[in-house]
Structure formats: C-alpha cells, structure tokens
C-alpha cells in the first residue's frame, strides 16, 4: 500500500511540473516586414518592439524579428496571418489592406492630410481605431499604425506643375487609389516592389516616383532623378498586425503587456520618424540632391488637379471617413 501511495504521489508531482512547465513556456511572435536594412522607420520600430518584448518579458515571450521579406512578401504575410500558425504578426503598408477592405483606401487619397501631425489626430480618432478593427472577421487584428511619413515626388524633369507630370511613367505601390492620383495627372503609373525602385529608375523602366524623404535618401533615388519637388501630397504609413486565432489564444495578462510594451513602442518611434525624415531631406541637399518646393498658387494647381480622384473612391471608402479624416486638420 505504501509503495502505491507513493508511486501516486510521484505521479502527481510529475502531472504538476509538467503543468508548471507548460505555462512558463516561452511563447515565440515571429514579426515579418519587408524593409531592408536597420535605419528605415519601421524596421527600427519592429526592432525596438522586439528589443523591449525580449527585456521585460523574457522567459515569457520572445519575439523575433524577419526582415527583407526574408519569411514573406506583405501580400503572402496578410493571408498566413489568417491561418496564424507560421507567423503572427507583421507591419504592411496601409497601400496592402485594400484587399482586405476598401476603407483603407483613404489614406492614399492625395492631399487628404495637411500633415503628418493630421494623420496622427485621424489615426487616433474613434474612426481611425474602427479601421484597425475593420478585418477583425476576416481573421487580422490591427494593433497600432507606425508612421514613414509625407510622401513627395521626384522624376527625372523638374516637377512644378501638374502639367510637367503629363506622359511620365510613375511607380506606385499596389494601390487603385494611386494608379487614379497619376492617372489625373495625365501619367502613366505602375505597379513595382519598392526593391525594384532604384533600378527601375535608374535604367528608365519608369520616369519618377512618390517616396518619403528617408526611403528617397536611404535607397538614393535623388542620385537617379533630376530633382525632387516637396508636395507632401500623400503619406505612407504601416499597421501593426497580429493574427486573430493567435491573439485571442493568448492569457489576457500577456495580451495586456504586448498592447502597453506596442504602445510605448509607437509613441517614440512615430516621433523620431518625422525627424528621421527632415534629416533625411537635410542629407538629399549635402550630398547633391536638388529639392524645389511649392509657392501656394503652384501647390493649389496640384490639388485642384488631384482633388477630384477623392470621387472615383468615396462609394468603397465611406463619404463619412472621409470628412473625418479631413476632421483632423
């Protein structure tokens, strides 16, 4: 009988560490983004994230972090997210969501925003916190936005009225939305992977693009333009994403110490984005760059010519979000 009792007692014991074991197991968050390199803004943040993930939870939760689309392209990214076994969260650009929802579609509306400061209020208004949950039944959640900053154009002519942009081949990211932005212009746009820019550029596949100042002066395009003209006409920002069925399957205290570790994250590195890109349009002029910046009539001229894409796409994106958005000026 003895030799029973104790034979239960260690059979306890080991059903106990085993259980004990199992909830101190190190959960690991594989992060996907296809940023090259350490100095472009959102391969800073997911470094960052992931640095203060890995201090202050280690032995709970470890993320680790594949840039350069070294695990997926965004657009493979956004259907493994759904399944949520291969990877769990990743960063595309606003640009990628439109094939989840066309709601998306309104940050690439030009001249929507005045500034980067009116993306911000946008983003954390109750509309823009609606879009990150707007893809919630098909399997995505939306975390937080990560800011790149204003968009400008650059071409191998000078651009300073809409008429200069007529008969360019512009690149665009995988955007409707953008395709119609140069369309109106009267140039031709195509669709290429942001890698494929430089050479594109450089051996004239296409005639000009639309970049923030730290992706133009971090894969040197002004070496390969005439010059680039400061519209601020667009933005291109990331979302922060995680898969749903991963998400949800998490213990409530961990979700609770990703959202805050995220959130400290986003504040500080949505900061220095925007100082990242006025040292960058300060380096384009060092090193050679030609900069041409807008007088108020030449600037309304491109709004008045661009302005009218914003109908072609108030039906999928919502007259509603719209104003909002402009609310935010």
């Known amino acids: 009988m003895r030799i029973i009792k104790t034979a239960v007692a260690a059979a306890v014991a080991v059903t106990m560490l085993g259980s004990v074991a199992a909830k101190a197991q190190e959960i690991v968050i594989k992060f996907s983004h296809v940023t090259n390199g350490t100095t472009h803004p959102k391969a800073v943040a997911a470094n960052e994230f992931a640095k203060r993930v890995n201090e202050q939870m280690k032995g709970r939760v470890r993320v680790d972090v594949f840039g350069g689309g070294s695990l997926y392209n965004d657009d493979d990214l956004l259907i493994e997210l759904i399944k949520g076994k291969s990877v769990q969260m990743g960063s595309p650009s606003l640009s990628k969501f439109e ?24 983003q954390k208004s109750a509309e823009g916190q609606n879009l990150l949950r707007s893809m919630e039944k098909k399997g995505i959640l939306g975390l937080t936005f990560w800011h790149n900053g204003m968009k ?78 400061e519209t601020n ?24 110490d990703l959202e805050r570790i995220l959130a400290e994250t986003t504040a500080d590195r949505n900061k220095k984005s925007y100082e990242l890109n006025q040292a960058s349009r300060a380096k384009i002029l060092e090193n050679g760059g030609t900069i041409r910046t807008l007088n108020a009539d030449q600037r309304a001229a491109w709004v008045k010519t661009m302005k009218p894409v914003w109908a072609q796409f108030e039906d999928e994106i919502g007259k509603d979000l719209i104003k909002a958005a402009q609310a935010s000026n």
């Open 99 to 122: 094939t989840m929802t066309k709601k998306f579609r309104v940050f690439d509306l030009p001249f929507l925003f005045d500034d980067i400061e009116a993306v911000n209020r946008f």
């Open 152 to 229: 400008q154009m650059s071409a191998n002519k000078p651009l300073m009225s809409p008429s200069d942009a007529k008969g360019l081949k512009f690149r665009v990211q995988q955007s409707d939305v953008l395709v119609a932005q140069m369309e109106a212009l009267g140039a031709t746009a195509q669709k290429l992977a942001f890698k494929e820019v430089y050479g594109a550029l450089q051996t004239g596949v296409v005639d000009a693009q639309e970049n923030t100042w730290s992706n133009i002066y971090s894969k040197k395009f002004f070496e390969v333009q005439d010059g680039v003209t």
């Open 233 to 256: 006409h667009g933005i291109i920002d990331y979302a922060v994403v995680v898969s749903r069925r991963f998400w949800e399957g998490l213990p409530s205290d961990i979700r609770t």
